[in-house]
């Protein structure tokens, strides 16, 4: 919008649509201008009417470019409440020339203008967050601009200095800051043999001056230029600026040996400078409130690891220093590669600031009481619980009530924190901005990525737990206590490559090794579950690296780990649990066509959050998995999803910022699709639910996970063979139940993401159908998840033959529960799936949705695509009214096909959920299911037995 025409909103309009209805203010640039013999002063925009939002537009070359009028007499007259927003106000004499108004301008860019960006004359304007072209914009208000030459930012004169009447209420002081200021960072590295060879330099406009981040309210408009600069090296010169960001990929100078490479950034007159370090890094650093006894400041340590291997492990321990006559002291330790490179002793403030005035056998009982029962309390909801009130009461017979009651109220101030930060050359942690659509605020979540920031809470109180003795699914295993040696541990695994067969065979061999005088180098106690809290990490990046290699046989494309990666365990007073640290990209760059590597990178992303689950549950068996119970099912978000939809709670599925969300009611869990890159993120908020925490890695989960860890390598070759081919049997009957279930859960949730992901290789699809079976993809994977978890005892016998016999009518349970509990307590389900909107109550079914809205032929994908050669029924006896019976054993058959495209009933294989299967010929087939009714899939209903 530029030279002497422009669009002039009178007074008398109540909104721009009614003056002029074919121009709307949100186009990037408009043509038709309107010109209504008001040019006194050349403008591009002239807002003199209540409620219009500019937005969007590039504006330049005008007198005043936006032009905002009122009248200081009369609430009544003139522009209200006007809204200028994400536009490009460059070239201008004046870029926004505001008078008398209380306009919203926001989110522009206002730079480059020969006079003022902004003139503010009296009035309420606020005109924060916005880009001036520089982090310290220039502002005046000793001059008129029309009479001075110099330029400035912002100009504003206030009401007092030039007026002497009182304006109406709503005249307020300007307001221009914060304002949004430039950054630069590396967010991506690219790294091999230690040294970072590539860089993803990214610059933005995503902060403001007072720190905030605001990209939750707005951005400034796309296509600003940026350029970049090196000084080693080479990069690319020139980006642009979309949803606030631009990025540019700077490759290192491969004769550089070490040192720091300097990028420069600019954007209009602004340029802002970061630096990449070539050799490849993680630097740890501890912070706390607790004292460090060697001197007496706060405790605050760093140490750096080099990335020069395919693995590092990273400890941070903290225990008690054994000191019975000084027990708030405790020991930390900095553990890497299994050897510790860093302690200090540190102690609390409080207890120094008391100690002297409690001493003999009373002040070792008082201050045992403080660590007891602040542990205690560490995993107590309710104080006033019965069992709290006993244990309560063993310190309230010991000690006086003025000491008792002071501890009751001063308690926590015998703790500490330990903030842990680490810094590592891999992929930025991102902020997702998401619009639950319900008239609710935004909610910002936030993933993992560089840097890691970790808080723990110290209780000065080592822990215990029950060790089992025998099968812990055994309801006769019996228990004992033991002491863990440790308070807390939080353990890193650290990878730069893929996880290979030989690779997680040296760190399954580091469990037993022993130092010079044949002692174990990793005992019963701390170190063994600084072992064990990182080989967990580790084994999950295993499993998942094996969905990714066959997930790359079968979706055609290749794969490579360039991004360092971190995954870590956390076992304390009060959390427990196995979590990524990274983006969910995993570091991997993948080659092939562009619908494959959607499929592949939807198929690995999609199976993070199951193999979290079941790594942990090999770990953890004797936590409750009912459908009735969701403690446990929602420290997993994908399963717990399902298990609320099974369940017959509400979930929600909506487009937001252009990801696919699907998440609870109470916004704790989500799962948040990106259509242009395929991956799935999963992020839990506020868990109060439920934790891992036990101390048990000391002895017992550190074997577990060795355990689960040799399986995988034994079985490593027929698991792929199911993964890629979806065929064959595991005899796992030799294993213990609980890596049994384990590793049949790893696998089983691992072919439901890989099946899931083709659907992304559909090129024939509507794109009005599109967004609605993405969601009902979500819908599948969550609720076949949680099925596995239900009915575990019936998918360990034989994975593949039990989700492709249950799979078919998966979606259609799973939205019959929805709707049968949704009906009950009186509710409606409402799921907001791109362009078509469905509400579902207690007489409507999911086919009828499908029959309505979608076309036959896409159909499928509201069961399944078929991805395995043979076909599979369900077997099972009917009541009276013909009604399945399914709390008896479950009965399947798999049918391979002929070349013919027959059924080869000769080869069949029998699988019964309790003894087992076998394969059998047509006549055995026939005796073993006498008597049993056949599910016929085509029909979804049971037919007589099928064989010739």
């Not at 108004?101 to 003139?119: D, Q, V």
């Not at 982090?135 to 001075?148: A, D, E, G, K, L």
């Not at 080693?232 to 040192?259: E, H, V």
Request: charged share 20%.
């Amino acid at each position: 919008m530029n030279n002497v025409n422009g669009v002039f909103v009178p007074a008398w309009c109540v909104s721009f649509e009614e003056y002029y209805s074919s121009t709307y203010l949100s186009d990037p640039e408009i043509f038709d201008y309107v010109w209504w013999e008001y040019n006194e002063y050349y403008f591009g925009m002239h807002s003199d009417s209540f409620y219009n939002k500019i937005t969007q537009n590039s504006i330049r070359n005008n007198t005043k470019g936006v032009y905002i009028t009122s009248d200081l007499v009369s609430d009544d007259s003139g522009s209200r409440d006007t809204q200028v927003l994400e536009n490009d106000i460059t070239s201008n004499n004046i870029g926004i020339y505001a008078d008398c108004t209380n306009a919203n301008i926001h989110f522009n860019r206002i730079t480059g203008n020969n006079n003022s960006g902004l003139y503010m004359y009296v009035g309420a304007v606020d005109a924060t967050d916005n880009w001036w072209g520089s982090n310290s914009p220039v502002i005046n208000t000793n001059y008129s601009w029309w009479s001075n030459s110099d330029t400035c930012d912002i100009y504003y004169e206030d009401y007092e200095s030039s007026q002497s009447f009182k304006p109406p209420s709503w005249i307020l002081m300007e307001k221009f800051t914060p304002y949004l200021v430039l950054k630069v960072k590396p967010t991506s590295h690219k790294v091999s043999n230690g040294k970072v060879y590539e860089s993803t330099i990214t610059t933005d406009l995503t902060h403001n001056s007072a720190g905030e981040y605001t990209s939750s309210k707005g951005h400034v408009p796309d296509g600003i230029p940026t350029h970049f600069s090196t000084n080693k090296g080479t990069i690319t010169n020139l980006s642009y600026i979309k949803n606030s960001k631009a990025s540019s990929r700077l490759i290192l100078d491969p004769n550089l040996q070490s040192g720091m490479t300097t990028i420069t950034t600019t954007i209009d007159r602004q340029g802002v400078s970061t630096q990449v370090d070539r050799i490849a890094k993680a630097i740890i650093n501890i912070i706390s409130t607790a004292t460090d006894t060697s001197t007496n400041q706060p405790l605050n340590l760093t140490y750096t690891i080099p990335l020069n291997e395919s693995v590092s492990w990273v400890s941070v321990l903290w225990k008690e220093n054994t000191n019975v006559t000084d027990p708030f002291k405790n020991k930390l330790e900095v553990i890497v590669n299994g050897k510790v490179v860093q302690s200090k002793v540190f102690t609390n403030s409080a207890y120094s600031y008391i100690k002297d005035y409690y001493s003999g056998t009373y002040g070792f009982i008082f201050f045992e009481a403080i660590s007891s029962i602040n542990r205690f309390l560490a995993n107590v909801d309710d104080i006033n619980s019965e069992e709290a009130q006993l244990f309560l009461g063993i310190y309230r017979a010991m000690l006086t009530t003025e000491d008792f009651n002071f501890i009751m109220n001063n308690r926590l101030y015998f703790t500490d924190e330990i903030h842990i930060t680490l810094s590592y050359p891999g992929d930025s942690s991102q902020i997702i901005n998401i619009d639950p659509g319900d008239g609710s605020n935004m909610i910002n979540l936030g993933f993992g990525g560089n840097p890691i920031q970790r808080t723990s809470t110290v209780l000065y109180r080592n822990g215990g737990y029950q060790h089992c003795l025998g099968d812990p699914y055994d309801p006769n295993a019996t228990f004992e206590s033991r002491e863990a040696g440790y308070e807390g541990v939080r353990s890193f695994a650290i990878v730069t490559t893929k996880v290979t067969d030989n690779i997680l065979q040296y760190w399954l061999n580091e469990k037993d090794k022993k130092d010079a005088n044949g002692k174990l180098l990793y005992p019963t106690g701390p170190m063994k579950a600084a072992y064990g809290t990182f080989l967990t990490s580790l084994l999950m990046i295993k499993a998942h690296d094996m969905v990714a290699d066959a997930a790359a046989t079968k979706f055609n494309v290749t794969w490579s780990r360039t991004t360092p990666i971190i995954v870590s365990v956390l076992d304390d007073s009060y959390d427990g649990y196995l979590t990524l640290e990274c983006d969910h990209r995993f570091g991997m760059d993948v080659t092939g066509d562009p619908n494959n590597v959607i499929a592949f990178r939807f198929t690995c992303s999609a199976a993070i959050n199951p193999i979290e689950y079941w790594v942990m549950k090999t770990l953890f068996p004797s936590v409750n998995s009912t459908l009735d119970d969701l403690s446990e099912l929602c420290s997993s978000i994908t399963i717990g999803l399902g298990q609320k939809i099974l369940n017959g709670e509400m979930v929600d599925i909506f487009i937001s910022n252009g990801y696919l969300v699907m998440k609870s009611t109470e916004n704790d869990l989500f799962l948040v699709f990106d259509p242009e890159t395929g991956i799935v993120r999963d992020v839990m908020i506020n868990n109060s639910i439920f934790s891992y925490s036990t101390w048990c890695y000391s002895d017992q989960q550190t074997e577990w996970v060795r355990d689960l860890g040799e399986s995988i390598l034994d079985y490593g070759r027929n698991i792929m063979n199911i993964l890629i081919n979806g065929g064959g049997i595991i005899d796992l009957n030799q294993l213990a139940t609980n890596t049994k279930n384990g590793l049949t859960g790893l696998i089983s949730s691992s072919i439901l993401s890989l099946e899931r992901a083709t659907i992304f290789l559909e090129n024939n699809i509507p794109s009005y159908l599109l967004t609605p079976l993405l969601g009902f993809n979500m819908i599948n994977l969550c609720c076949y998840n949680a099925i596995i978890i239900r009915e575990e005892p019936y998918v360990v016998e034989n994975i593949v033959g039990y989700l492709n016999s249950k799979k078919k009518y998966l979606v259609e349970d799973g939205v019959d529960v929805i709707l049968f509990g949704a009906s009950i307590v009186g509710t409606t389900l409402v799921s907001r799936m791109g362009i078509i909107g469905i509400v579902y109550t207690g007489c409507e079914l999911l086919n009828d949705f499908r029959d309505h809205y979608v076309p036959m032929e896409y159909w499928q994908f509201f069961h399944h695509p078929k991805i395995w050669e043979t076909k599979t029924y369900t077997l099972c006896h009917l009541d009276s009214s013909s009604t399945p019976i399914w709390d008896e054993p479950t009965i399947n058959v798999e049918v391979p096909y002929k070349g013919d495209g027959s059924l080869d009933w000769d080869n069949a294989v029998y699988i019964h959920s309790v003894t087992g299967a076998r394969k059998v010929n047509s006549t055995q087939l026939k005796e073993l299911t006498n008597g049993y009714w056949w599910n016929n899939p085509p029909y979804f209903g049971f037919t007589q037995c099928p064989i010739p």
